[in-house]
């Protein structure tokens, strides 16, 4: 199958095809076109899925207002990256969790693919994912940014993530007082 | 290749944000917690530091006096320690100690509960002799407060003491039945009467008949949707709602004169029953949607008996955690070793029963006859039945009807131990890490050690 890889400007004046083409044209919310095979873009994305089926995909490039560019060729390059390759076993929920649901681990591929983007890009790239219902690019995106909180302290989260305290000092001494049992080191 | 200048921060919706930290172990949570109130609202509002998960199987051995966790190797129950003490209840993570203690393994939070009131004859004239069972109703996804609740046994069963006529054609259990109810909330002991709606089990006297040897055999309770069940003598089922003071005998699903295991599992409150001469298993759910009308629905029967595997210690890989990680001077080393040895082995997916771990089965009915074999619990998330058949721990799958292999449900440590060493009792064990423990809270240092 002929995947293209999403070039936005260079699709921008491309001529729609006939209408049993196997790809979809995306645009993203700053007007660039990317087109991703059907494929593969009905099997990860929920929303997609929903779309081709209803029929409301639009030839001259389906609007995704929610989505930057940058997020838009992410998941392009995702979808056309996952159509390429071969599930292996690992997809299989491989790690015991602290918690009830077992998560599937991210292959060797996803793990770089989601490794090689900036934090922004990374946030931006989550949402993206939810708001198509990508369950597995969530699953691993949301996988490198659990990874990216482990060990570290209120305060190094709040620097990594770029989010601000909220709490008044008191109340921060009050949530602390409630965990007791998380806090004897410090 | 970040610049942490340019970086506009995380903001993310809350089911994402739930999806991230959805999979950090419980230290991870406690930080995200203080990081902002959005965090908070979401690890609070998911309730991620509940209960949610099956950390292991707290095991107590025959004379031994303290418990011990049973668990897969690499299954995060990070400084949980066990107590020191027998273990009387286990409700929702919260443990019920010997001596009146009520302890948070995972929080390492303790209190004290006063000793509760002697246990007084609850019907006039007939004399309580044997100890009553005690309790725990802890649900943290409601409240931090918890209750216990003493449950006094049928009158005279299993000793000498002859009642009067009269006594043994009382109706049991009476209406009102007097408990002793200890709520963390008033940090006293209070006698609660609980009026019966429907029918009593039987008489004293019916009660009597009851032939089942009274060996140290352990009955569970399970608190659920704010009803505290009880497994009582002669197996009948004491639905107590501490509501409206009100309870309910739930007769078991069939008559035998043999002891159920009841159980907290998937889909509510169930009765499981293994036929000792030929190992079929039935198991039963409790349909309790309304009041009125309470019945049990087989959920599985097993047909012929189970067959169980032979016994084989290539098997399995569950293990006991160390018994007290806050206790430098533990003599257990042998096992700690033995703990740390088995971490390194590769993780197998949680519950695959696909996986080669179930073990084949032998047919070899003289050997099956032979081994003893106790149910010990439910999974409380999923429908597994956890077995203790001679010196071997098992789950088996009611979905699959396979039978799984978890490894020694003894301590290596304690082969050389010539007196026969039995499971007494069996609690799953679901780690709670939030709240302290209202009321007379004390550090674990205030707490009586184990010899």
């Not at chain 2, 994402?16 to 609070?44: E, F, G, H, T, Y």
Request: proline share 6%.
């Amino acid at each position: 199958m002929e995947v293209d890889k999403g070039k936005g400007e260079a699709e921008e004046t491309r001529k729609v095809a006939e209408a049993d083409r196997d790809t979809v044209t995306l645009k993203s919310s700053d007007g660039k076109l990317f087109e991703v095979s059907k494929e593969a873009a009905a099997r990860l994305s929920t929303v997609l899925a929903g779309m081709i089926a209803g029929g409301s995909i639009d030839d001259n490039g389906t609007d995704l207002k929610q989505i930057g560019s940058e997020a838009l060729e992410n998941v392009v390059d995702y979808c056309n990256k996952h159509a390429n390759s071969i599930p292996s076993a690992a997809l299989i929920s491989s790690s015991i969790s602290f918690n009830t649901a077992p998560f599937k681990e991210p292959e060797e591929w996803e793990r770089k693919f989601v490794d090689r983007l900036s934090h922004d890009a990374l946030f931006d790239l989550v949402e993206a994912a939810n708001f198509l219902g990508m369950e597995r690019l969530l699953d691993v995106t949301c996988h490198k940014i659990s990874e990216m909180m482990k060990g570290k302290s209120p305060d190094q989260i709040r620097e990594v993530f770029n989010i601000k305290n909220d709490y008044t000092k008191e109340e921060l001494e009050e949530i602390r007082q409630e965990l007791a049992w998380a806090f004897y080191d410090d | 290749m970040v610049d942490d200048e340019e970086a506009r921060g995380l903001l993310l919706p809350d089911d994402v944000l739930a999806a991230i930290l959805r999979r950090l172990s419980p230290w991870d949570l406690a930080a995200c917690r203080c990081v902002c109130k959005q965090w908070r609202d979401v690890v609070n509002g998911n309730g991620m530091l509940l209960p949610r998960s099956l950390a292991g199987l707290v095991l107590s051995h025959g004379n031994i006096r303290y418990a011990r966790l049973f668990a897969r190797p690499g299954v995060d129950h990070g400084d949980q320690c066990m107590p020191g003490g027998a273990v009387l209840d286990c409700c929702n993570g919260l443990l019920l100690l010997d001596g009146y203690w009520v302890r948070n393994p995972a929080t390492g939070a303790s209190a004290s509960v006063p000793e509760p009131p002697y246990a007084s004859p609850r019907v006039e004239g007939m004399g309580c002799l044997i100890d009553q069972d005690a309790f725990l109703a802890f649900d943290p996804a409601a409240s931090p407060h918890y209750e216990v609740f003493l449950i006094p046994p049928i009158p005279c069963i299993g000793n000498s003491v002859v009642l009067a006529p009269a006594m043994l054609r009382l109706e049991w259990p009476p209406s009102p039945f007097v408990l002793s109810v200890f709520s963390s909330r008033t940090g006293a002991w209070e006698e609660r009467a609980f009026g019966r709606q429907g029918e009593a089990a039987g008489t004293v006297a019916d009660m009597q008949q009851d032939t089942r040897d009274f060996l140290d055999l352990y009955r569970h309770a399970e608190y659920w949707q704010g009803i505290l069940y009880v497994h009582c003598q002669t197996n009948y089922l004491m639905r107590i709602s501490p509501s409206d003071s009100t309870y309910r005998v739930i007769k078991p699903p069939v008559d035998v004169n043999q002891e159920y295991l009841l159980g907290k599992s998937e889909k509510g409150i169930y009765y499981a029953l293994l036929e000792d001469d030929c190992f079929r298993l039935r198991v039963w759910i409790l349909d309790d949607c309304s009041c009125d009308q309470i019945e049990w629905r087989l959920r599985h029967d097993s047909g012929q008996g189970l067959a169980f595997p032979t016994p084989n210690s290539d098997h399995g890989n569950w293990v006991f955690a160390p018994l007290y990680s806050d206790d430098e001077s533990s003599d257990d080393d042998e096992s700690e070793e033995e703990y740390e040895d088995e971490e390194q082995v590769e993780e197998e997916p949680e519950w695959d029963s696909d996986d080669d771990s179930i073990i084949p089965t032998t047919n070899d009915m003289v050997e099956q006859s032979s081994a003893f074999t106790q149910m010990l619990a439910f999974h409380p998330y999923k429908e597994i039945v956890f077995f203790g058949r001679s010196s071997r721990g098992l789950a088996y799958h009611l979905s699959s009807s396979k039978l799984e292999d978890l490894g020694e449900v003894f301590p290596t440590k304690w082969y050389h131990i010539q007196t026969y060493i039995y499971l007494r009792s069996c609690f799953p064990y679901t780690p709670c890490w939030m709240g302290e423990l209202p009321r007379s809270f004390q550090s674990i240092q205030d707490q009586p050690t184990s010899g």
